[in-house]
């Protein structure tokens, strides 16, 4: 398809977005010889008000390389919709802009809100090995809504990708995989620092929840425009007061488990 003046214009702007919000190229990752204490994070920076350092190596940060590899190309489909959208080929593109929109008329909360329901009413619950053939398969957000269908990394991906489209700062969106101790599975959420606290934005209800509200979880990774870093020896987030967010109570939409593998 021969591109316009226009079009070429904002396919170099949104690529050069993409590698900046989601680019591979981490230098503090990758630097050898660094030492743990410099790739610690402040407590405070991250949700759950753990420490956690970055992976330079690994099979879940690999999985998010080709994610983020992805996702610039899909930047770049996401960029001519936007400039045309009468002529735009990829219904997913359409679809995925509009939830943009219309988290972008809306504020704070507000806009958070928007985009975990949007999502979860748009992505049916299934599983990788029903919907591919294997287990732990990650995809991008246009391919997620182009199948119609996902597990929890996908709702989680497409998430922290609407939520940066809509503005938020990079700095304020984490994929965070927690070990639900309960079931005995994999979890992943996005997540949203709001007023500076994280909200967790989760498949599983449409209501989003603080950190500091979760139950019966254990945080092991969090992903943020960086790459992957691990949480040290986290505690169970568990408590005798409050209501048990792991209860069937509180789960307003049926999930397919996950079976991510770090």
């Excluded at 990758?30 to 759950?48: H, R």
């Excluded at 956690?52 to 998010?64: E, F, V």
Aim: hydrophobic fraction near 40%; charge should be negative; include cysteine.
């Amino acid at each position: 398809m021969r591109l316009s003046g226009h079009s070429r214009a904002w396919r170099e702007v949104i690529l050069a977005c993409g590698l900046l919000w989601f680019g591979t190229a981490d230098l503090r990752a990758e630097t050898p010889g660094s030492s743990g204490a410099q790739d610690l994070v402040q407590k405070s920076a991250e949700p759950f008000g753990l420490a956690a350092s970055a992976l330079s190596d690994g099979g879940l940060r690999q999985k998010w390389l080709g994610v983020q590899r992805r996702l610039d190309d899909e930047m770049v489909q996401l960029a001519l919709c936007e400039g045309d959208r009468d002529g735009c080929l990829s219904p997913a593109a359409l679809q995925f802009l509009t939830i943009i929109d219309a988290a972008k008329l809306r504020e704070g909360r507000a806009r958070l809100g928007e985009i975990n329901r949007a999502l979860n009413l748009a992505i049916r619950p299934v599983s990788d090995l029903k919907q591919y053939g294997e287990i732990d398969v990650w995809t991008s957000p246009l391919a997620t809504l182009a199948r119609g269908g996902g597990d929890c990394e996908d709702y989680a991906i497409a998430k922290f990708v609407a939520l940066r489209l809509a503005g938020i700062a990079p700095d304020d969106l984490r994929i965070v995989i927690m070990h639900d101790t309960i079931h005995g599975e994999d979890h992943a959420v996005a997540a949203a620092r709001l007023d500076g606290h994280w909200l967790t934005l989760d498949n599983r209800r449409m209501a989003m929840v603080e950190d500091s509200d979760v139950r019966n979880y254990r945080p092991t990774f969090v992903i943020d425009r960086h790459g992957v870093m691990q949480y040290g020896d986290a505690p169970l987030l568990a408590g005798t007061t409050g209501r048990d967010l792991a209860s069937p109570v509180a789960v307003t939409s049926l999930a397919e488990p996950s079976q991510i593998r770090p």
